[in-house]
């Protein structure tokens, strides 16, 4: 850590089956005041969903949450299995994990892909030369 910068407290995007979650079946995000990653120091912070949008009283059906931030701009995604459709994945994104979770940008599905069949996705950081050899693989 720089020396003189503050580190933010830790966050935790909430699925369907947390119990913190109160209604469920969408996704919500929780902090905590440390950075220990103790399950029992988080606390949802907005009744409201990411997923829901400026919707909050419609279900969505989501769960499988992943967040990932692009390293070459300051702008978060989360991505979210739409657990009724089959492997259909919805994103969302924001600049700013403080944001209202109501507030988060809904991305076209033109925007994205993922295999046909993918539940519960997660990501790893690649090279180009990796990448390229597992698109030629599949």
């Given at each position: ?12 995007v ?6 913190l979650t ?11 005041s440390t950075?220990?990653l ?11 969903y ?6 909050q ?9 992943f967040?990932?931030?692009?390293p ?7 991505f ?42 997660n ?14 693989h599949?």
């Amino acid at each position: 850590m720089a020396q003189g910068r503050a580190r933010s407290p830790a966050r935790r995007v909430l699925g369907s089956g947390s119990a913190l979650t109160g209604s469920g079946k969408d996704i919500q995000i929780a902090r905590s005041s440390t950075l220990a990653l103790d399950p029992a120091t988080f606390t949802r912070w907005s009744l409201d969903y990411i997923t829901r949008g400026s919707t909050q009283s419609r279900r969505r059906a989501t769960e499988g949450p992943f967040v990932i931030k692009d390293p070459r701009q300051n702008r978060w995604y989360l991505f979210a299995d739409y657990y009724l459709n089959g492997g259909v994945f919805g994103s969302w994104s924001t600049t700013d994990l403080d944001t209202d979770p109501g507030s988060w940008t809904e991305l076209p599905s033109a925007q994205y892909r993922f295999p046909s069949g993918v539940r519960h996705a997660n990501a790893v950081r690649a090279t180009q030369a990796e990448l390229d050899a597992i698109i030629a693989h599949h």
